[in-house]
């Protein structure tokens, strides 16, 4: 439930007046011995709720600022040991981290005909490198003999 939906819930319930039909039906109930049944009934029922307009207060104050539970957060905060909390965070992140590389590494895998095209790529470079030093070579050993 949304805290503006509780929130208007409590009103509606602080503001509420008693229903003329619960009276007459208490009224003939005191008539014939059957109104402790009834509170018995009411009190088995675990709305949760405390019965006096200021416990409703409370909740409800504690619906708008939840004093209590920040405060209850920082104290558990505040017992922690900083060295478990880092190797916790250090923890995480690692999972995340191995979690993500376990990830690339099955979407990311190479077909049979992708690394037999990366083979004859390399073996066509290094045909056309030993191409190129052998043109260097030749044009070095042609250059020695002449002097200007």
Request: aromatic share 2%.
């Amino acid at each position: 439930m949304s805290k503006k939906l509780a929130a208007q819930a409590l009103d509606a319930l602080l503001n509420s007046q008693p229903n003329s039909t619960l009276s007459k039906r208490s009224s003939s109930a005191v008539a014939e011995g059957g109104i402790k049944k009834t509170r018995k009934s009411k009190k088995n029922k675990n709305d949760g709720l405390p019965a006096t307009k200021t416990g409703l207060k409370k909740i409800k104050h504690e619906l708008r600022y939840g004093h209590s539970v920040k405060r209850s957060q920082e104290e558990k905060e505040a017992k922690e040991n900083p060295l478990d909390k880092l190797k916790s965070q250090m923890e995480k992140e690692q999972a995340i981290v191995e979690k993500n590389l376990n990830y690339y590494k099955a979407t990311n895998r190479v077909s049979k005909k992708e690394l037999e095209l990366r083979k004859k790529i390399k073996m066509l470079r290094e045909k056309a490198r030993g191409e190129q030093s052998r043109k260097i070579a030749v044009e070095q050993d042609e250059s020695d003999g002449e002097d200007f």
